[in-house]
T-cell receptor
Framework: KQEVTQIPAALSVPEGENLVLNCSFT??????LQWFRQDPGKGLTSLLL?????REQTSGRLNASLDKSSGRSTLYIAASQPGDSATYLC??????????FGAGTRLFVKA | GAGVSQSPSNKVTEKGKDVELRCDPI?????LYWYRQSLGQGLEFLIY????????KSGLPSDRFSAERTGGSVSTLTIQRTQQEDSAVYLC????????????FGPGTRLTVL
C-alpha cells in the first residue's frame, strides 16, 4: 500500500531564506508526482508535475526533484517571500486513477 | 480559460438532510475526481470518472454517497441523510485523460452538517 509522508509538518522561516520541503513514498512504482499549494480555505493550486521518467522540474523560484529508487522528492523554494506562506502538498500517482496525498507541510515566511 | 468550478462554495445543512454538490470541470478534460478533506486531515479520494466509462466508486465511505457525471462534463456528488462526520471540504479535480496527467482543482465546497 502506497503511503506518502511529508516532513516537516510545519516550517517557519525568515523572508529571503532558501528552503527545502521533503516528500517520501513507500512504493517506487509511480507514474508521476505532483506538488500543490493550498492557501487557507482554498482549493489546491498545481505547482509542478514530475513524470516518473524525469528527475526534476523547475518553475520560477521553485524546483522539484524526484528520486524514484529512494522514494523521495524535494521541493526547493529559493528566496522565500511572505506570499509563499501556505500548505504544500505532494501527491503520487501509482497508475490508474488513485492519487495518494501527503498530509502537507505548513510553511510560514516571516517578513 | 476557465478553471474547475464548484458550487455552492459553502453549504450548511441539518443532520439527516440530503445535499448535492456540483463540479464543472475544465472543458475537454475527460477525467474527473472527487476528494474529501476533513479538518486537519489529508485528501481522501472518493470517486473517479473517466470519459464514458463506469466510475470507480471504491473510495466512497458509505452507500449514502453517490455521484454522477452527465454528458461527460458536469458532475454532482450527492450525500443522503447527512451526518455530522460528513462535515468537510469537498474538492473536485479534472485532468486531460488518464490520471498521469496534471490534475487541476476547483475551490471546493465547505459542507457543515449541524
Amino acid at each position: 500500500k502506497q503511503e506518502v509522508t511529508q516532513i516537516p509538518a510545519a516550517l517557519s522561516v525568515p523572508e529571503g531564506e532558501n528552503l527545502v520541503l521533503n516528500c517520501s513514498f513507500t512504493d517506487s512504482a509511480i507514474y508521476n508526482l505532483q506538488w500543490f499549494r493550498q492557501d487557507p480555505g482554498k482549493g489546491l493550486t498545481s505547482l509542478l508535475l514530475i513524470q516518473s521518467s524525469q528527475r526534476e522540474q523547475t518553475s520560477g523560484r521553485l524546483n522539484a526533484s524526484l528520486d524514484k529508487s529512494s522514494g523521495r522528492s524535494t521541493l526547493y523554494i529559493a528566496a522565500s517571500q511572505p506570499g509563499d506562506s501556505a500548505t504544500y502538498l505532494c501527491a503520487v500517482n501509482t497508475g490508474g486513477f488513485k492519487t495518494i496525498f501527503g498530509a502537507g507541510t505548513r510553511l510560514f515566511v516571516k517578513a | 480559460g476557465a478553471g474547475v468550478s464548484q458550487s455552492p462554495s459553502n453549504k450548511v445543512t441539518e443532520k439527516g438532510k440530503d445535499v448535492e454538490l456540483r463540479c464543472d470541470p475544465i472543458s475537454g478534460h475527460t477525467a474527473l475526481y472527487w476528494y474529501r478533506q476533513s479538518l486537519g486531515q489529508g485528501l481522501e479520494f472518493l470517486i473517479y470518472f473517466q470519459g464514458n466509462s463506469a466510475p470507480d466508486k471504491s473510495g466512497l465511505p458509505s452507500d449514502r454517497f453517490s455521484a454522477e457525471r452527465t454528458g461527460g462534463s458536469v458532475s454532482t456528488l450527492t450525500i443522503q441523510r447527512t451526518q455530522q462526520e460528513d462535515s468537510a471540504v469537498y474538492l473536485c479535480a479534472s485532468s486531460l485523460a488518464r490520471s498521469y496527467h496534471e490534475q487541476f482543482f476547483g475551490p471546493g465546497t465547505r459542507l457543515t452538517v449541524l
